[in-house]
Every structure is written in structure tokens, then in C-alpha cells.
T-cell receptor, first 113, second 113 residues
Framework: DGGITQSPKYLFRKEGQNVTLSCEQN?????MYWYRQDPGQGLRLIYY???????QKGDIAEGYSVSREKKESFPLTVTSAQKNPTAFYLC????????????FGQGTRLTVV | QQQVKQSPQSLIVQKGGISIINCAYE??????FPWYQQFPGKGPALLIA?????SEKKEGRFTISFNKSAKQFSLHIMDSQPGDSATYFC????????????FGQGTTLQVKP
């Protein structure tokens, strides 16, 4: 089945730790996105990538980093510089810059302990 | 210019009633307006989308109404059912602009039996 797979579903981070969230898609989409979801704030864009080995900051990139070494994969690292990382993280993919459906993964819930 | 404002934040409707969620945008370059449905702990999924060359689009019980001059669009859910209870997000994007979707703040809908 084609789709986007995020892992893990739940992740716990200690203060000062970096953690990496995985996002893999087999839809052959060029563009991939990371969004952060907090109650009452909708989905805010963290990073996006339109092509392998290239990515751009979104609206709330501080404290996060990404890589795009393969078309299928777009991992997100939440660094210790992100002061309030507890949130629901969503990965999405889409056909480039065309106005077509964006497909989302099932999300990763990150909690600081 | 990049914002999409969504209201209400929460909505309670009786079974069989009509649910109405509104969104307003500022950027007149937007040319794609989707609505996403999200159940708790899941990723959003595309419900219905419209482009500005039409004023209304209907798919089953779900209808988007689009008012280009007012820069507003809305989702109407007819004959609302308890299974429609979810969070709904409007969004907007424009062709060629990196494919970024700009999301509203979300509306939590509860349909009472």
C-alpha cells in the first residue's frame, strides 16, 4: 500500500537530548513537509523539501533540523535548542508545487520528561 | 498575507443538523483551498477541495462554498452524524509556491446523538 509512515508513534525526550523522528513515503512524491500541531494553533510548518538534498525553513524552524538524502525519506531532528518540544508532529508529502492532495502520516507524539 | 483564519474554534451540533465552519484568507494569489478531517491521534486526511474558478463544490454531505470577492470559504456538513465528530482544518496554497499549505487553526466538531 502506498502512503507515508511515521515512527515512532510515541517518543519521550529527556531535557538536553536530541531526538529524531522518522518519515518515509512510497508515493514517489517530490515534496515533503514537517508540521507541528499544538491545541488551538492548527498546523505550523517547520521545514519542507522540494527535492533531494535541498530543504527550506518553514515558519517555526528554530530548534529543529532535517535532511533529505533520499527521495523517500525526510527525518526531523528535535534538538536540545527547542525549548518547548512537546507536541504532535506530522509529516506530509505532495506532488511538487502542483495543487494536489497532500498526504499525511499518522503522526508522532513527542513528550518531554 | 499568509494567514488563514478559521472559526469557530469548537462547534457542537445535534445529529441531523448542519455544521458550518468558516475560513478567511488574505493572499489573493492562493488558488487551492482544501479541507482536511482529523480524528484523535491520527493524521489529517483530505475531505474536499475547491479552486477559485467555481463558487461551490459538493461531495455527498460535504459542500464547500467559495466567495472570491470576500476572500472567504466555508465547509457545510449536511445531516451531521456522530461519526463526523473530528477536527476540521481549512487550508490554502498557490501553484508554484513550494507547495506549502497554510492551515487554519482548526475546528473541533462534536455531533451529539
Amino acid at each position: 500500500d502506498g502512503g507515508i509512515t511515521q515512527s515512532p508513534k510515541y517518543l519521550f525526550r529527556k531535557e538536553g537530548q536530541n531526538v529524531t523522528l522518522s518519515c518515509e513515503q512510497n508515493l514517489n512524491h517530490d515534496a515533503m513537509y514537517w508540521y507541528r500541531q499544538d491545541p488551538g494553533q492548527g498546523l505550523r510548518l517547520i521545514y519542507y523539501s522540494q527535492i533531494v538534498n535541498d530543504f527550506q525553513k518553514g515558519d517555526i524552524a528554530e530548534g529543529y533540523s532535517v535532511s533529505r538524502e533520499k527521495k523517500e525519506s525526510f527525518p526531523l531532528t528535535v534538538t536540545s535548542a527547542q525549548k518547548n518540544p512537546t507536541a504532535f508532529y506530522l509529516c506530509a508529502s505532495r506532488w511538487g508545487t502542483l495543487n494536489t492532495e497532500a498526504f499525511f502520516g499518522q503522526g508522532t507524539r513527542l513528550t518531554v520528561v | 498575507q499568509q494567514q488563514v483564519k478559521q472559526s469557530p474554534q469548537s462547534l457542537i451540533v445535534q445529529k441531523g443538523g448542519i455544521s458550518i465552519i468558516n475560513c478567511a484568507y488574505e493572499n489573493t494569489a492562493f488558488d487551492y483551498f482544501p479541507w482536511y478531517q482529523q480524528f484523535p491521534g491520527k493524521g489529517p486526511a483530505l475531505l474536499i477541495a475547491i479552486r477559485p474558478d467555481v463558487s461551490e463544490k459538493k461531495e455527498g454531505r460535504f459542500t464547500i462554498s467559495f466567495n472570491k470577492s470576500a476572500k472567504q470559504f466555508s465547509l457545510h456538513i449536511m445531516d451531521s452524524q456522530p461519526g463526523d465528530s473530528a477536527t476540521y482544518f481549512c487550508a490554502a496554497s498557490r501553484t508554484g509556491n513550494t507547495g506549502k499549505l497554510i492551515f487554519g487553526q482548526g475546528t473541533t466538531l462534536q455531533v451529539k446523538p
